[in-house]
């Protein structure tokens, strides 16, 4: 479980299996091995779970902790990689890095990552005959995103004022709201986008460069009682818990909200789609996407831009 804060890294383990409170170490990262003979830094397989520190908002952070995985923890191996970070900011804030805070965790973090563990990824399926997979946990909020028509904009100085001019799609060209009014709602939508848009572009490549040893899934998990609008403004945040209070009904519970992840996790191949290089679940089904995240020249330019922001060599398509 790789993430930020080890106290509800701690909690969810803890939620998942009580008695791993008996095995706790203070080491920064965590492990559920009641083998106490073993030393930490050498994992014993047959353990269930993990704590990992990784901040996605930061590139070094998120070398250091795909150097822990290998060279310290020495996971043999990895089936299945699941990219579940999300969050909304009320305000524009960059990160360490000087990257938008918002792409940067909902999709340029997910991207460095993946990348960097794509060749324990094959590894792994070369040696177990059987593909891996890529999870990204996207949200049907991406049909709200939007860009300025680009006819619309001549230069930086206009593009403020020409956003009202809108068309649906991801914008390349303003990608981190340096040229546009940064909104908490078009912004997040955007992120979505670009983690379908990066999803579909890593199951082409892998089926075109790989032979598809590596399958890509994206997915919406439902409307879930979570905190990522914890973030929002207060005039916006507590009118929402409000609405909430109404909603819960409706909303499923986190256990819930992760049922289509699991079910993408654990799909068999003969579930897999032939004709599509990443599929897109809700309620664990398969459900066609808008014609906005449809797109394989976008893709492409997004995973050549994401490259770029995350200081990674660009691939020539073979």
């Given at each position: 479980?790789?993430?930020?804060?080890?106290?509800?890294?701690?909690?969810?383990?803890?939620?998942?299996?009580?008695?791993?409170?008996?095995?706790?170490?203070?080491?920064?990262?965590?492990?559920?091995?009641?083998?106490?003979?073993?030393?930490?830094?050498?994992?014993?397989?047959?353990?269930?779970?993990?704590?990992?520190?990784?901040?996605?908002?930061?590139?070094?952070?998120?070398?250091?902790?795909?150097?822990?995985?290998?060279?310290?923890?020495?996971?043999?191996?990895?089936?299945?990689?699941?990219?579940?970070?999300?969050?909304?900011?009320?305000?524009?804030?960059?990160?360490?890095?000087?990257?938008?805070?918002?792409?940067?965790?909902?999709?340029?973090?997910?991207?460095?990552?993946?990348?960097?563990?794509?060749?324990?990824?094959?590894?792994?399926?070369?040696?177990?005959?059987?593909?891996?997979?890529?999870?990204?946990?996207?949200?049907?909020?991406?049909?709200?995103?939007?860009?300025?028509?680009?006819?619309?904009?001549?230069?930086?100085?206009?593009?403020?004022?020409?956003?009202?001019?809108?068309?649906?799609?991801?914008?390349?060209?303003?990608l981190q709201c340096q040229n546009k009014p940064y909104r908490l709602f078009e912004q997040y939508a955007q992120s979505k986008l670009a983690n379908i848009l990066f999803a579909r572009e890593l199951g082409r490549r892998?089926?075109?460069?790989?032979?598809?040893?590596?399958?890509?899934?994206?997915?919406?998990?439902?409307?879930?009682?979570?905190?990522?609008?914890?973030?929002?403004?207060?005039?916006?945040?507590?009118?929402?818990?409000?609405?909430?209070?109404?909603?819960?009904?409706?909303?499923?519970?986190?256990?819930?909200?992760?049922?289509?992840?699991?079910?993408?996790?654990?799909?068999?191949?003969?579930?897999?789609?032939?004709?599509?290089?990443?599929?897109?679940?809700?309620?664990?089904?398969?459900?066609?996407?808008?014609?906005?995240?449809?797109?394989?020249?976008?893709?492409?330019?997004?995973?050549?831009?994401?490259?770029?922001?995350?200081?990674?060599?660009?691939?020539?398509?073979?």
């Amino acid at each position: 479980l790789a993430c930020r804060s080890k106290s509800r890294a701690v909690e969810a383990m803890l939620n998942i299996d009580p008695s791993w409170n008996d095995c706790r170490s203070n080491n920064n990262y965590i492990s559920s091995n009641n083998n106490t003979n073993n030393k930490v830094g050498a994992i014993n397989p047959k353990n269930r779970m993990h704590f990992l520190p990784l901040d996605l908002t930061s590139i070094p952070s998120i070398h250091t902790a795909v150097n822990i995985l290998w060279n310290e923890m020495n996971i043999p191996k990895l089936d299945v990689l699941i990219n579940n970070a999300g969050v909304m900011w009320n305000e524009r804030r960059e990160t360490v890095d000087g990257l938008e805070m918002t792409m940067a965790a909902n999709h340029l973090g997910h991207f460095l990552l993946t990348n960097l563990l794509l060749p324990k990824l094959r590894e792994t399926a070369i040696r177990q005959k059987h593909p891996t997979k890529v999870i990204t946990v996207s949200s049907s909020l991406y049909t709200n995103a939007v860009r300025p028509r680009r006819n619309n904009i001549n230069n930086e100085a206009t593009a403020k004022s020409k956003w009202n001019a809108t068309e649906p799609g991801i914008d390349l060209h303003d990608l981190q709201c340096q040229n546009k009014p940064y909104r908490l709602f078009e912004q997040y939508a955007q992120s979505k986008l670009a983690n379908i848009l990066f999803a579909r572009e890593l199951g082409r490549r892998e089926k075109l460069q790989h032979g598809g040893l590596v399958q890509s899934h994206v997915l919406h998990p439902g409307l879930v009682r979570t905190n990522v609008t914890r973030n929002m403004p207060w005039y916006l945040y507590y009118p929402n818990l409000i609405f909430s209070l109404f909603m819960m009904m409706l909303q499923k519970s986190p256990k819930c909200g992760a049922y289509t992840t699991v079910y993408c996790a654990m799909m068999e191949e003969e579930e897999e789609s032939d004709d599509d290089e990443s599929c897109y679940f809700v309620n664990s089904r398969k459900q066609p996407l808008e014609k906005l995240a449809l797109s394989v020249d976008e893709g492409r330019r997004l995973w050549k831009l994401s490259c770029q922001l995350m200081l990674l060599p660009v691939e020539k398509e073979s």
